[in-house]
């Protein structure tokens, strides 16, 4: 959804007066409820399906298909443009009933439910660039600016700013986002704490800890290895609250996580450390940069064949990220 943001004001330029709708999870629909450029947020429970399927009810599921086709055809719509390529997205694609069906890098099948396949083009050293190559395609206004955005309300700003009076952060802290979904993407984690003592340190910033729910485990032995040294709010905010607190950061540390790629988008100076997957090199700004170390079996993406040793990330090391958190705060 953050890659993916400026086709939206692309599209709202290209087609001033035109009904644009995002059909997305509900755990992510918060980040489009905001934003200005979009008519309607379709939520797709896309997971409660996959579990009723696991469940065989299977008169249920075929209810809640029936229920989102029918309030999907209700929309009339043109176009529909599937920005995964996946055969779960291809048919959600098709269930639109658009009469023209655009898939970005179809597969799995999907393809053969699109009107039109375009292959995930653009240059792959810079962030994004597969959806700025979709938006040339369709010869959607780019020159104007294609930048990531995400947007918040007034009740998440009002959080962000209750959190830094009540935890004395005014004057400057660093969010850490050490976790997503696949431990090759991971950096190794007992450094956190101690990259937590240094950003303290030398560079007078509060780490403060953000993740989900499911990460709380993870984030409390950082922060018992970390004596103090930062605030752990891992699960305790909105994914939205989240990015109210990115968007005030002085600076960025995280992982390929969607949190990360936020700060991005706020331009919040930032670090990412890529390992298993291809980086974008190229962030679009002078105060983001990825930090890599590519080797011969890089990118491993899906099948490390390191043993778990992730010798990609634990190249990484702290002084490298104090010397290019020095460079993006400067810049």
């Not at 970005?104 to 190559?133: A, H, K, N, V």
């Not at 976790?179 to 950003?199: C, G, N, S, Y």
Request: aromatic share 8%; hydrophobic share 45%; glycine share 6%.
């Amino acid at each position: 959804i953050v890659f993916a943001s400026p086709l939206v004001a692309a599209l709202r330029r290209r087609w001033p007066e035109a009904r644009i709708a995002w059909l997305v999870q509900p755990e992510c629909a918060a980040l489009l409820d905001r934003h200005p450029d979009l008519d309607a947020v379709i939520v797709c429970p896309l997971r409660h399906w996959q579990r009723l399927w696991r469940e065989r009810r299977y008169r249920e599921l075929w209810a809640g298909i029936r229920t989102l086709r029918a309030n999907l055809r209700q929309h009339d719509f043109d176009l529909a443009l599937d920005l995964q390529g996946l055969l779960k997205s291809g048919v959600l694609t098709w269930l639109s009933g658009a009469r023209e069906r655009i898939g970005l890098g179809s597969r799995e099948g999907s393809q053969w439910l699109m009107t039109r396949r375009l292959p995930r083009g653009g240059e792959s050293r810079l962030i994004g660039s597969e959806y700025r190559f979709l938006a040339e395609s369709l010869a959607l206004p780019v020159a104007e600016g294609f930048r990531m955005a995400v947007h918040y309300g007034e009740a998440e700003a009002a959080f962000a700013e209750s959190v830094i009076a009540r935890e004395s952060l005014a004057n400057g802290y660093a969010v850490f986002c050490p976790f997503t979904t696949r431990p090759q993407k991971h950096w190794i984690e007992d450094r956190w704490a101690r990259l937590a003592h240094r950003v303290r340190d030398e560079l007078g910033l509060v780490p403060v800890l953000l993740g989900g729910p499911g990460d709380r485990e993870a984030a409390r032995r950082i922060a018992d290895d970390a004596d103090d040294q930062l605030l752990d709010l891992t699960g305790q905010t909105s994914l939205t609250e989240a990015a109210a607190l990115i968007d005030r950061a002085a600076l960025l540390i995280g992982v390929d996580t969607g949190l990360s790629h936020m700060g991005i988008a706020f331009d919040t100076p930032s670090l990412l450390l890529f390992g298993s997957t291809c980086p974008y090199l190229d962030t679009t700004r002078a105060n983001a940069r990825v930090l890599h170390h590519a080797l011969p079996c890089s990118p491993c993406k899906r099948r490390p064949s390191c043993d778990g040793r992730f010798d990609c990330m634990r190249a990484i090391e702290a002084d490298e990220i104090l010397r290019a958190a020095d460079a993006v705060l400067r810049a």
